[in-house]
Structure formats: C-alpha cells, structure tokens
C-alpha cells in the first residue's frame, strides 16, 4: 500500500526567500513521486516528477525536489519565492505494481508575504 | 493540459436529482480517471477506465457512475444515492505514468 504525507498544511514565506515543502512516503514498490500545484479553483498542473532517473529532480517555475530513498521523502524547494507562487501544493505517489491511479497527501497552502 | 475539457465549470443541483459531469479529451489517450476533491483534502479517486468500454471502481465509488463508450469522452454522473456530492471534480488523463488533468467542474447541492 502507498501513503503519503505532507508534513506542513500551511507554509508561509516572504517573497524572496527560499520555499521548503516537505513530503514523506512510503510504498511497496519503487515509486514515481511527483509534485502538482493547484491555483484556486483551477485543475491540477504538474510541477515535476521523480522516475528512478537522477535523485535531483528539476521542474518547472524554478521549483526542483530531491528524492531521498534512506529517509523516503520526496521534498519540494525554490530558491527565491515569487508572489505567482502562492497556491495549494500536493506531493503523489503512483500505486505502481499494477494497481492503477495515484494516492495524494492532503496539501499544503503556500503563502506569499510581500 | 488544453487537450482535456470539463464542463460546466460551475454547476448546481438540487438535493435527489442526478447529474453528469462531462470530461473531453483529443489527446488520443486510453486511461481516464475521476477524481473528487474536498477542502483541505488530497483527490479521491472515483472511476478510471484504462480502455473503451471498461472501467474500475476507485476508492469512493459509491453513488457515482461512469460509461466509456468513445476513447475522448468520459462522464461522471452523480446519482442522488451520493451522500454528500457538493465538491469539485477533476478527470485526469494519463501518459505514461503521469496523469494530466482537466480545469474541474465545482459541484453545489442546494
């Protein structure tokens, strides 16, 4: 069975700053993680995604995540916040080992202070 | 993604009536999936079908249900055996191991 948790429900930095969203797992298998933002009422749009490739993943709007096996988290950070940065984060596991659909943690908000 | 639409985007009820959801996709992709979404919650997953034709329950199944008669379209329909259906609704494609999903349709029982 997969799970998921994301360890902060809100987070709350000043633009500038760096952003640190944290994210711990667990699953059966050797999982695909990935990080979607949610802008307010919109879908779901993907930040980026780890694979079993390099442990340092990059992704979009200067976000990146390191996948750590020993301590099975998948945190999220940028260096320098922007105020477009403000959103619902959400950390995900793929079920892999046939079973299909992707299990959530339960989000974390990120708040951007002028 | 642009390739996946939901309509309506707002859409409202009254309590014992049902109601479809409906999810487009022209990405030629065969897995769809639905997903609710509740405040202060990760997505839930309802239905996905991996061909034309097929479909799984997911985790909340009860009083939802689904057809897949063509690979672009996927309704949702929340019936009124749906306990508590005000929430917002997403349909997800998928591409190798990532899905992709649609703008939502946000669901309101008056």
């Known amino acids: 069975a997969q799970s998921v948790t994301q360890l902060d429900s809100h987070v709350s930095v000043s633009e500038g700053t760096p952003v640190l969203l944290r994210c711990n797992y667990s699953?059966?298998?050797?999982?695909?993680l990935f990080w979607y933002v949610q802008h307010p009422n919109k879908g779901l749009q993907l930040l980026l995604k780890?694979?079993?490739?390099?442990?340092l993943v990059k992704g979009i709007n200067g976000f990146e995540a390191e996948f750590k096996k020993s301590e099975t988290s998948f945190h999220l950070t940028k260096p320098s916040a922007h105020m477009s940065d403000a959103a619902e984060y959400f950390c995900?596991?793929?079920?892999?080992?046939?079973?299909?659909?992707?299990?959530f943690g339960k989000g974390t908000h990120l708040i951007i202070q002028p | 993604d642009g390739g996946i639409t939901q309509s309506p985007k707002y859409l409202f009820r009254k309590e014992g009536q049902n109601v479809t959801l409906s999810c487009e996709q022209n990405?030629?992709?065969?897995?769809m999936y639905w997903y609710r979404q509740d405040p202060g919650q990760g997505l839930r997953l309802i239905y996905y079908?991996?061909?034309?034709?097929?479909?799984q329950k997911g985790d909340i199944a009860e009083g939802y249900s689904v057809s897949r008669e063509k690979k672009e379209s996927f309704p949702l329909t929340v019936t009124s055996a749906q306990k508590n259906p005000t929430a917002f609704y997403l349909c997800?494609?998928?591409?190798?191991?990532?899905?992709?999903f649609g703008p939502g349709t946000r669901l309101t029982v008056l």
């Open positions: 997800a494609i998928r591409q190798g191991d990532t899905q992709y």
């Open positions: 699953s059966s298998y050797s999982p695909s």
């Open positions: 780890y694979t079993s490739a390099a442990t």
């Open positions: 995900v596991v793929s079920r892999g080992g046939g079973a299909d659909g992707l299990t």
């Open positions: 990405l030629n992709h065969d897995a």
């Open positions: 079908s991996q061909i034309v034709n097929d479909f």
